[in-house]
């Protein structure tokens, strides 16, 4: 069952910040489908709530980040890409290409702007590893890409500012 670990939220100048690592998400059957040439898409999705005593607390932000990973048989190279980023990230072996997809070091969640000081607030997140939808025909071939879609718990975690 995949889960996050190691999960911090920390501020710069400017934004909120998670650092957090994806464990046991690479199931032998995605590893083989990966190297077959079918994409992964990891998405995280953060939520960001203000936490009110006697009232329901206030929803005041919420984004996804999906990242792909896909494999190049012809270059014998994983590309990963991330919406919202510039350029896509080449990496030469499965293991760095997985560690990448694995660690979230130092994502946006909310810009400090948005935040009232002196208030709590809590962030909700979860890994949703999505089935990719492929061609029917491909679909009898790898029957085992839909086993991979899963996602982790939801996590909590406070913070003030």
Same mark, same amino acid.
């Given at each position: 069952m995949p889960r996050m670990t190691d999960v911090l939220i920390t501020s710069n100048t400017r934004n909120v910040l998670l650092y957090a690592r994806l464990v046991d998400c690479f199931k032998p059957e995605m590893a083989s489908a990966i190297m077959a040439g079918v994409?992964?898409?990891?998405? $995280?999705?953060l939520d960001v709530y203000l936490e009110r005593p006697?009232?329901?607390?206030?929803?005041?932000?919420?984004k996804e980040i999906q990242r792909t990973i896909k494999y190049d048989n012809l270059k014998k190279t994983f590309t990963i890409t991330t919406n919202g980023a510039g350029q896509p990230v080449v990496f030469q072996d499965f293991e760095s290409a997985r560690k990448a997809m694995a660690d979230f070091d130092g994502i946006a969640v909310i810009?400090?702007?948005? $935040?009232?000081?002196g208030n709590n607030y809590h962030l909700l997140t979860k890994v949703k590893i999505d089935k990719v939808s492929l061609p029917l025909n491909m679909e009898y071939v790898l029957f085992f890409v839909s086993l991979w879609d899963f996602e982790t718990p939801l996590y909590k975690i406070r913070f003030s500012y």
């Open positions: 994409p992964a898409v990891f998405t $995280l999705h006697r009232l329901w607390n206030k929803h005041i932000a919420g810009s400090l702007a948005s $935040l009232s000081r």
